[in-house]
T-cell receptor
Framework: KAGVTQTPRYLIKTRGQQVTLSCSPISGHRSVSWYQQTPGQGLQFLFEYFSETQRNKGNFPGRFSGRQFSNSRSEMNVSTLELGDSALYLC???????????FGEGSRLTVL | GQQLNQSPQSMFIQEGEDVSMNCTSSSIFNTWLWYKQDPGEGPVLLIALYKAGELTSNGRLTAQFGITRKDSFLNISASIPSDVGIYFCAGQLGGYGGSQGNLIFGKGTKLSVKP
């Protein structure tokens, strides 16, 4: 059974640019969540999608957005990048909205 | 916001030693989860706990859901080199049917090999 797949794995952007990250959940999983991981703040919840609907959103500015498609694949977008957006962005899927999250390997974003 | 205090922040292990780490909070959680993250990888679920007092093992790993529902601990017995990595606890508020947004992560315990 394939795990959670995130693309791209690594990317470098400059301040002011925007970025789109993609996540394919485990087959059959309908819930997708996104987390930002930094050494200082640890794992912080960004948003959660279930059946194409955003169910919950973390405490991040409006520059961070996401969506989920009918096949449960999800994308997140960060506009007007800032240096502080440099982080590992993790996507996780679960069968339903419970705590057993299965994480992807992450997309490491560096903003210069 | 909600916080989990995970300790220790880091520790060094020698092969064969037992390791203990724990998470505490002032909030009551309905689920406790323990994850391990290797460098360059995403966290991998090790153990899930759903009931206060529950003690669950996964090979050399044992985790318990505290009676007060405000804490959990993870023990690793007879550690081996591949145990190095960062271990995260996570507590979920709201119980089944809640939201992943109610899942709070600790800052992690970094396990390294003793020089």
């Amino acid at each position: 059974k394939a795990g959670v797949t995130q693309t791209p794995r690594y990317l470098i952007k400059t301040r002011g640019q925007q970025v789109t990250l993609s996540c394919s959940p485990i087959s059959g999983h309908r819930s997708v969540s996104w987390y930002q991981q930094t050494p200082g703040q640890g794992l912080q919840f960004l948003f959660e999608y279930f059946s194409e609907t955003q169910r919950n959103k973390g405490n991040f500015p409006g520059r961070f957005s996401g969506r989920q498609f009918s096949n449960s694949r999800s994308e997140m977008n960060v506009s007007t990048l800032e240096l502080g957006d440099s982080a590992l962005y993790l996507c996780a899927s679960s069968i339903s909205i419970t705590g057993e999250l299965f994480f992807g390997e992450g997309s490491r974003l560096t903003v210069l | 916001g909600q916080q989990l205090n995970q300790s220790p922040q880091s520790m060094f292990i020698q092969e064969g030693e037992d390791v203990s780490m724990n998470c505490t909070s002032s909030s009551i959680f309905n689920t406790w989860l323990w994850y391990k993250q290797d460098p360059g990888e995403g966290p991998v679920l090790l153990i899930a706990l759903y009931k206060a007092g529950e003690l669950t093992s996964n090979g050399r790993l044992t985790a318990q859901f505290g009676i007060t529902r405000k804490d959990s601990f993870l023990n690793i017995s007879a550690s081996i080199p591949s145990d190095v990595g960062i271990y995260f606890c996570a507590g979920q508020l709201g119980g089944y049917g809640g939201s992943q947004g109610n899942l709070i992560f600790g800052k992690g315990t970094k396990l390294s090999v003793k020089p």
